[in-house]
């Protein structure tokens, strides 16, 4: 018996069936990985945009609850709607402990009381309109180390007692720029009875609202109106207080 061999090749029907298969099930793997690209972007973006808001919140919160009067320049905290400024005990670097003979040159001394501060920073778009770039943060050392030589009657000093301290508000302010993140900031002050939108006077308010967001508030809404995404805080500060009478200033008990 005999067997005619059968054609084992592909008819051009077949080729062209299986290109487009394979073409539509590669297109739809791209789509897929492409979307899931574009979601992952999305969700780490929105986490970089929730971190640097919760970090901004956290460092101002505790930058406030160290925030003193201070007597020396008659300030406590100065502030507005759109920026505030106060005097704030803080932590010296770590040359502050170091031994001297760790560093060839002299360490210049840290002072604990900076005048700290936060604003928006403004800029200007390719067609010279104003817009938000970012959060900032302000420092003033009230401290600043002086070197003379000679004492208060023009003797010779000890090398150990050249260097002195002057207190001087009107120095040079450090400017950080601290995230892009931050396009919103508001706050509001409490003096025991309601909540005010400036504080000055040399004294501390006894809480300070703060309000921060991605989005900046456009010009003609308030708060109650913006359907943006914001966080809010209210922040106790327990060497502030104003109380009914509204007299400023502590309080004899240091506060309430």
Not at 83 to 110: H, N, Y
Not at 150 to 174: C, L, M, R, S, W
Not at 228 to 251: D, H, P
Request: hydrophobic share 35%.
């Amino acid at each position: 018996m005999t067997s005619r061999l059968k054609n084992s090749g592909f008819t051009l029907f077949e080729v062209i069936l299986a290109v487009s298969l394979t073409a539509g099930i590669l297109t739809g793997m791209f789509t897929l990985y492409s979307q899931a690209m574009k979601t992952r972007d999305r969700v780490n973006k929105d986490m970089d945009i929730l971190l640097s808001n919760r970090l901004v919140m956290e460092h101002i919160t505790r930058e406030l609850r160290a925030g003193m009067q201070y007597d020396l320049l008659n300030m406590g905290l100065n502030g507005s709607v759109e920026t505030a400024e106060w005097v704030s005990a803080q932590i010296p670097g770590p040359q502050a402990w170091a031994s001297k003979s760790m560093f060839k040159d002299s360490t210049a001394p840290e002072t604990d009381i900076q005048i700290v501060g936060y604003r928006l920073r403004y800029g200007t778009d390719e067609q010279g309109q104003s817009v938000i770039e970012g959060l900032e943060r302000t420092c003033r050392k009230v401290l600043l180390p002086i070197s003379s030589a000679k004492d208060d009657e023009g003797n010779d000093q000890p090398e150990e007692d050249v260097t002195k301290f002057t207190i001087d508000a009107g120095i040079a302010t450090e400017v950080e720029f601290i995230t892009p993140q931050v396009k919103l900031l508001r706050f509001r002050y409490w003096d025991g009875n309601a909540w005010l939108t400036s504080w000055s006077g040399g004294d501390l308010p006894g809480a300070v609202e703060i309000t921060i967001g991605p989005t900046a508030l456009p010009a003609d809404q308030t708060l109650d109106d913006f359907e943006g995404e914001f966080f809010q805080r209210v922040v106790y500060i327990s060497t502030g207080f104003k109380n009914s009478a509204g007299s400023s200033g502590l309080t004899s008990e240091g506060g309430e």
